[in-house]
T-cell receptor, first 114, second 114 residues
Framework: KNQVEQSPQSLIILEGKNCTLQCNYTVSPFSNLRWYKQDTGRGPVSLTIMTFSENTKSNGRYTATLDADTKQSSLHITASQLSDSASYIC?????????????FGKGTKLSVIP | SQTIHQWPATLVQPVGSPLSLECTVEGTSNPNLYWYRQAAGRGLQLLFYSVGIGQISSEVPQNLSASRPQDRQFILSSKKLLLSDSGFYLCAFSSGGVNTGELFFGEGSRLTVL
């Protein structure tokens, strides 16, 4: 069964601190893995997208890693800001023509406090 | 630039009433269009997708329907709402298959059925 599991479910950190969010998946055959940021009551916004051959990708203070062998990914946030408070969603897609299904994790809710 | 607009942002409807959520895309032609539902504590669930005008595929049998009357317009409808239809609905588009292309989300529509 294709699944994406994220941990922790929620996280509270102090402003300026770093944090790492985890994503494990069983989606096969693998095409790519994406991380989205979703502010409360808003639509998700893409942070990174990685294919099988990429093991790290950065977007400002966000750095995503991918280990396709162990089917794990992480999202590292450096020097957190209050505006980083949001849900972070890991999404994995399957390869194959005509594939329109993405498997979404339930997200990690991050709260950055002063 | 490519943009996506979705409305209304918030909707409170009585059980048994009809529903119409609209979504339009600008800055691209012949996009793939999607409707997702996001329930609290759960990952996004694909409801419908469309690869062209009048072409609708349903992923989950339900009380809802979708239509694509124009290339960049996608509508989610219901003739009679159920309590279980409450949720956060997201329209999205991609240029090409979602397994390889970037997926862009609208701002979402919060539906409460009373």
């Amino acid at each position: 069964k294709n699944q994406v599991e994220q941990s922790p479910q929620s996280l509270i950190i102090l402003e300026g601190k770093n944090c790492t969010l985890q994503c494990n998946y069983t989606v096969s055959p693998f095409s790519n893995l994406r991380w989205y940021k979703q502010d409360t009551g808003r639509g998700p916004v893409s942070l990174t997208i990685m294919t099988f051959s990429e093991n790290t990708k950065s977007n400002g203070r966000y750095t995503a890693t991918l280990d396709a062998d162990t089917k794990q990914s992480s999202l590292h946030i450096t020097a957190s800001q209050l505006s980083d408070s949001a849900s972070y969603i890991c999404v994995v897609s399957r390869s194959g023509a005509g594939s329109y299904q993405l498997t979404f994790g339930k997200g990690t809710k991050l709260s950055v406090i002063p | 630039s490519q943009t996506i607009h979705q409305w209304p942002a918030t909707l409170v409807q009585p059980v048994g009433s009809p529903l119409s959520l609209e979504c339009t895309v600008e800055g691209t032609s012949n996009p793939n269009l999607y409707w997702y539902r996001q329930a609290a504590g759960r990952g996004l669930q694909l409801l419908f997708y469309s690869v062209g005008i009048g072409q609708i595929s349903s992923e989950v049998p339900q009380n809802l329907s979708a239509s694509r009357p124009q290339d960049r317009q996608f509508i989610l409808s219901s003739k009679k709402l159920l309590l279980s239809d409450s949720g956060f609905y997201l329209c999205a588009f991609s240029s090409g298959g979602v397994n390889t292309g970037e997926l862009f989300f609208g701002e979402g529509s919060r539906l409460t059925v009373l």
